[in-house]
């Protein structure tokens, strides 16, 4: 099945620290979304981008939809407690059916 | 404003045995999806329906069946449980797969956690 390679797998850092995550596959992807998930909770979906090199901030995220259309990069200014969770980038091929998930970042943040 | 629920929120089985995890949405969606997640694996699709009266495998269906009851339930069964499935399941939802404004959006539920002994 189709792969998305999500790195990194975990992060720890210290509140207010700038944190970057990024996500490539192996095909091209004409959609790319960046989901959290909160601990016991399903995913909830951060941003969605449409177009290469399309930069677009959702608050303190910041999302990009990479050139060649197989990278996305999710960038987290100033950190804060909050943010603890799990980051999944996701995008749907050929077939709008399926959604294929990255295997997730996990951010903790010492306060 | 519920949104997409799941029941029940815990499960333990023994091999062998069967169950049927419910789903339901209150947004009038006619997309449902079940999805999968196991540490490290990210969220794998089991089943979808993208309409009512119909549904599609998805990347890991063996084992599991589905019912599009009507729009609203989507329902997941297992008919004899085996170790592997243990893993934590979410049902989701969306607009039309092709003509919503929207389709991107999957709106999931807060999971089942399931395991198999």
């Known amino acids: 099945g189709q792969q998305l390679n999500q790195s990194p797998q975990s992060m720890f850092i210290q509140e207010g620290e700038d944190v970057s995550m990024n996500c490539t596959s192996s095909?091209?992807?004409?959609?790319w979304l960046w989901y959290k998930q909160d601990p016991g909770e399903g995913p909830v979906l951060l941003i969605a981008?449409?177009?290469?090199?399309e930069l677009t901030s959702n608050g303190r995220l910041t999302a990009q939809f990479g050139i060649t259309r197989k990278d996305s990069f999710l960038n987290i200014s100033a950190s804060i407690p909050s943010d603890v969770g799990i980051y999944f980038c996701?995008?749907?091929?050929?077939?709008?059916?399926?959604?294929?998930f990255g295997s997730g970042t996990k951010l903790n943040v010492k306060p | 404003n519920a949104g997409v629920t799941q029941t029940p929120k815990f499960q333990v089985l023994k091999t062998g045995q069967s169950m049927t995890l419910q789903c339901a949405q209150d947004?009038?969606?006619?997309?449902m999806y079940w999805y999968r997640q196991d540490p490290g694996m990210g969220l794998r699709l089991i089943y979808y329906?993208?309409?009512?009266?119909?549904?599609d495998k998805g990347e890991v269906p063996n084992g599991y069946n589905v019912s599009r009851l009507n729009k609203r339930e989507f329902s997941l069964r297992l008919e004899s449980a085996a170790p592997s499935q243990t893993s934590v399941y979410f049902c989701?939802?969306?607009?039309?797969?092709?003509?919503?404004?929207?389709?991107?959006?999957?709106?999931f539920g807060s999971g089942t956690q399931l395991s198999v002994l």
């Open positions: 329906s993208a309409s009512e009266g119909t549904t």
């Open positions: 947004m009038n969606h006619n997309s």
């Open positions: 095909s091209i992807f004409n959609t």
């Open positions: 981008l449409y177009k290469a090199g």
């Open positions: 996701a995008g749907p091929i050929y077939n709008f059916n399926k959604f294929y």
């Open positions: 989701a939802s969306s607009e039309d797969l092709l003509f919503g404004l929207d389709w991107e959006k999957l709106f």
